[in-house]
């Protein structure tokens, strides 16, 4: 099973893009997934997790994740002790920043950056960094196919934002593969 925790906040799209990559892995990938959130007061800005379970077998543990196998942080202010709990010693950490070397030492796990924001701002106008995030995930892990990401991505957001979604989804799976070959 693989264990995903997105870290966000409220109106960034932690919980639809933990959504998201269920659909893509369920509902076009042959996979079994589970999607939910965690939240506190329900309000813009607020910290939100977002939680996404994928697996070959059924998925029968209903509970937020203990220890993961990645974790996506979508707002990098909201880095500290909820983002680096219950990391297993390969966990690979996946940040939106600017400023990649602030996050270098993490005590040995990998970390994988990328300005989403900034990519954001290009294609949408507004800083909502979670499909760009999801494709930074999956250029890492490739735990899902890029089709299935880009089929759920177009049947879970409204169409004319959907393809603006794709796009940021396939420069961020670029961007971070080309990083990944060059290490």
């Known amino acids: 099973m693989i264990e ?54 059924k998925i029968t543990d209903r509970s937020e994740l203990d220890l993961c196998d990645y974790v996506v942080v979508l707002d990098e202010t909201l880095w500290g002790k909820d983002v680096t709990k219950g990391l297993k010693p390969e966990t690979v950490i996946i940040i939106n920043t600017n400023n990649p070397e602030k996050y270098k030492t993490d005590g040995g796990h990998k970390i994988v ?39 759920a991505i177009n049947d879970s957001l409204k169409p004319k934002i959907a393809a603006k979604n794709q796009t940021l989804f396939n420069k961020a799976y670029a961007m971070v593969k080309e990083d990944l070959k060059n290490e």
């Not at 995903?4 to 919980?15: D, E």
């Not at 813009?44 to 996404?52: C, N, Q, Y």
């Not at 300005?115 to 290009?122: E, G, I, P, V, Y």
């Open 113 to 151: 950056s990328i300005d989403a924001t900034s990519l954001a701002l290009q294609e949408l106008g507004q800083p909502i960094t979670n499909t760009t995030m999801m494709g930074a995930l999956v250029a890492v892990s490739d735990m899902v196919d890029t089709e299935c990401c880009l089929k």
């Open 4 to 57: 995903v925790r997105w870290h966000g906040r409220g109106g960034q799209g932690s919980f639809t893009v933990a959504r998201i990559l269920g659909i893509a892995a369920s509902l076009y990938g042959g996979k079994n997934a589970q999607a939910f959130p965690s939240f506190g007061p329900e309000r813009r800005g607020a910290p939100v997790t977002g939680f996404t379970r994928i697996s070959d077998e």
